[in-house]
């Protein structure tokens, strides 16, 4: 019998590999609609749907490897890193879904939600003021006029994987819909600026810097007590508050 490994796991969903498969359980089934729907509209290798009976939702795993993670080393080239760019580009170029995504909120209610946020890190002391202060203002310059595009919504590293310097899928399209392109491209490139050149390379168009360094602070603001609530740690090296500190 295979191994059950816990990939992932938290009060809101669960993902098992079982073999050459993973099991995704989820309390929300609107999410899981999303992501089998958007698998089926991605122009991006995504995983095989082997099966569906609410809560779990059954895929196979994809060859290859991740291109690292978030507090870990990149174990992708620079070639990784362009193709996966391209991959991005091309699925910003996609016919729309008819979803909105979680990278598609408007900009006030995301400004509100930041406010209150960075209120609550302050006044609970979870990050020192001038922390937030700084990457508060920071944060603004997301906050413009943005085309819709076919964003992932998630695109952590740890969701794109790679054979050599070929990209051969893309997982976990719970929160794909339309929304702003570059805040896919700012949370791929978290805690990797490193890497922002080569992936920049391979999307093939040129980019507003300042509203990927808005993005990063705006999505590690809003992370960490999220990610402290659910077991995980913001403050470790090279994760969101050394995110944060970066733009200081």
């Known amino acids: 019998m295979d191994e059950v ?5 938290h009060s809101e969903r669960a993902t098992l590999r079982v073999g050459d498969v993973f099991l995704k359980v989820d309390a929300d089934q609107a999410r899981i609609d999303v992501e089998v729907e958007a698998m089926s ?18 895929i196979a795993a994809l060859p290859g490897t991740t291109l690292g993670r ?5 174990t992708g080239s620079p070639a990784a890193w362009a193709a996966a ?5 091309k699925l910003h170029e996609a016919p729309l879904p008819p979803m909105p995504g979680r990278a598609g909120r ?15 890190l302050v006044t609970n002391d979870v990050l020192p003021a001038d922390l937030v202060t700084r ?11 943005w085309t819709p595009a076919f964003t992932h919504g998630d695109l952590q590293i740890a969701h794109v994987f790679v054979d050599g310097d070929e990209v051969t899928g893309i997982i976990d399209w719970s929160e794909a819909g339309q929304g702003d392109a570059l805040y896919d491209l700012a949370t791929f490139t978290l805690g990797h600026e490193e890497h922002l050149d080569d992936v920049i390379a391979g999307y093939g168009i040129d980019i507003d810097l300042d509203v990927i360094h808005a993005w990063w602070s705006l999505r ?6 999220w990610l402290i609530e659910h077991g995980f740690d913001p403050f470790a090296p090279g994760c ?9």
């Open 135 to 145: 990457n508060r203002q920071v944060a603004e310059a997301a906050f413009r006029p």
């Open 70 to 74: 978030l507090g870990g080393p990149s």
């Open 220 to 225: 590690s603001l809003l992370a960490v007590r």
């Open 240 to 248: 969101e508050v050394d995110v944060l500190r970066a733009r200081m």
């Open 41 to 58: 509209l991605a122009p991006v290798p995504t995983p095989e749907v082997l099966w569906r009976k609410p809560p779990v939702l059954a």
């Open 106 to 120: 408007s900009i006030v209610a995301l400004a509100a939600e930041l406010d209150d946020e960075c209120e609550l």
């Open 85 to 89: 760019g391209a991959a991005i580009r």
């Open 5 to 9: 490994k816990v990939v992932v796991a």
